[in-house]
């Protein structure tokens, strides 16, 4: 097994402890379920990006039917139809599964798609042969997390509740940004609305509670390579 940062390890089983389900631990859990603001924002963020998807579609939807009268069916270009805004309603919250819980990431940008850097340090410490235990077997840390699972189903409730105000948006109100239109004119108390301002730029990460960037990180981890010099042994991670 090659060397691994001791302090890395610390750091990363030490979060992880949390997963494991004391009393405290639980609470901690609890502190850390999305916030509406956070439900809010993701809804957002996902409908309009579906909906940029589909908005440059040519095609036009043939709606009624041709009566006795000799009433005409009605022609509605797809980009503006009810049936645009249905399909992509059709599964948004179902599609907040794909998000993963980022923890080296403060705020709302803890949650995004793809992998954690936590969930791939870990990961990469297992191929090591370290043993990493999060209560749970190694094949399942790939699915849906508490958290994920709870803003899928805010997402739902939210969507169900305010319904009306997002085809409102849709039909009439679409030069303002969802999350404007809904979030802070319709669901959020004024206070309650920092997370729509939140960005993230690819560079801030937390540590131990702390806001570092990638060149401090680096600069750090040079300074661990140059301390552990011959005289000074690696410990191995499995005698902690």
């Known amino acids: 097994m090659g060397p691994v940062h001791l302090g890395t390890l610390l750091f990363f089983l030490t979060v992880f402890r949390v997963w ?30 579906e909906l940029s998807r589909t908005g440059r579609s040519r095609e036009v939807l043939e709606l009624g039917q041709v009566l006795d009268t000799g009433k005409r069916k009605r022609h509605i270009p797809y980009s503006v139809s009810e049936t645009r805004l249905e399909e992509a309603l059709e599964n948004l919250c179902e599609r907040i599964l794909d998000y993963s819980v980022h923890a080296e990431r403060k705020g709302s940008l803890r949650y995004a798609k793809g992998q954690s850097q936590t969930m791939a340090t870990l990961k990469g410490l297992v191929q090591k042969g370290v043993k990493v235990d999060l209560g749970i077997p ?3 840390w790939d699915e849906p997390s508490v958290e994920v699972t709870f803003l899928k189903k805010q997402c739902e409730t939210m969507l169900e509740e305010f319904e009306e105000v997002v085809e409102d948006w849709y039909f ?6 969802l999350q404007q239109f809904l979030c802070k004119g319709r669901v959020l108390p004024s206070a309650d609305t920092a997370c729509l301002e939140e960005t993230w730029t690819g560079k801030e990460k937390i540590t131990d509670g702390q806001e570092t960037t990638e060149e401090e990180e680096e600069h750090e981890e040079e300074e661990e390579e140059i301390t552990e010099t011959p005289d000074h042994p690696k410990h191995d991670p499995e005698d902690l």
């Open 172 to 177: 009439h109100h679409q030069e303002q940004p």
């Open 20 to 49: 494991a389900g004391t009393p405290k631990e639980l609470d901690d859990d609890l502190e850390r379920l999305p916030s509406k603001c956070e439900v809010c924002k993701l809804l957002s963020l996902e409908l309009q990006e």
């Open 138 to 140: 190694l094949e399942l």
